[in-house]
């Protein structure tokens, strides 16, 4: 059977797409391309050698991460992050790693999800020499791994679609005040609060580690 040209096309401008919103994702979440930046769709285009409309599809979904806005005549800019926006995403966190938390503990095969939370732990430990970015994702990769042990896809949707913000958070921060939450002994709290079964106290552990997390980084 010989392939379809149209098809082949679909493919080709999908990986295209995905390439240039990992590489501006990432640009926007490390602090290469600042907040505050307004991004010029001609400049960018003609910098990573993309079409203009694939270069706005990659902006959209951007947008709907909430790493960029549309200000006057649809200018899209690099969000800067407030206090009171770090507090809300926080908030929502809190929320839905609860969700999670509470689901693991009334399992019965809890000691499983426990014991792959614990590697994860241990892996923050093994970075606690590492560069800000390796830390930054054990850091993740744990609250991440937390919901997908759930196997709630649309928690692990929910979380995934914070991931850049949270990214950002960090970044307005400071390293120094990021590298705070990422003391592995606080997330092993969560761990054991998990082991126990009780789910009010697990949601309650979570709930103080995102409280205490928004804290450090807007003080």
Known sequence: MSADPMSLLRLEKTSLREQALSSLRRAITSGQIRPGTHLVETELSDAMQISRGTLREAMRQLQQEGLISAGARGRMTVRHLDAKEIRDIFSV???????????????????????????????????????????????????????????????????????????????????????????????????????????????????????????TLVA
């Open 93 to 215: 966190r809190a929320a839905l790693e609860s969700l999670a938390v509470r689901e693991l503990s009334d399992r019965e095969d809890r000691e499983d999800a426990v014991e792959v939370l614990r590697d994860a732990v241990r892996e923050m430990e093994r970075r606690e020499t590492a560069s800000i970015e390796d830390r930054i994702e054990a850091d993740l990769n744990f609250h991440r791994r937390m919901c997908q042990l759930t196997g709630n896809e649309t928690l692990v949707h929910s979380w995934t679609s914070l991931e850049g913000s949270i990214r950002m958070s960090i970044m307005f921060a400071g390293v120094d005040r990021g590298i705070r939450n990422m003391d592995a002994r606080r997330h092993l709290d969560i761990v054991d609060a998990i082991a126990t079964g009780d789910a009010d106290r697990a949601a309650a552990t979570v709930t103080a580690h995102m409280m205490a997390a928004a804290d």
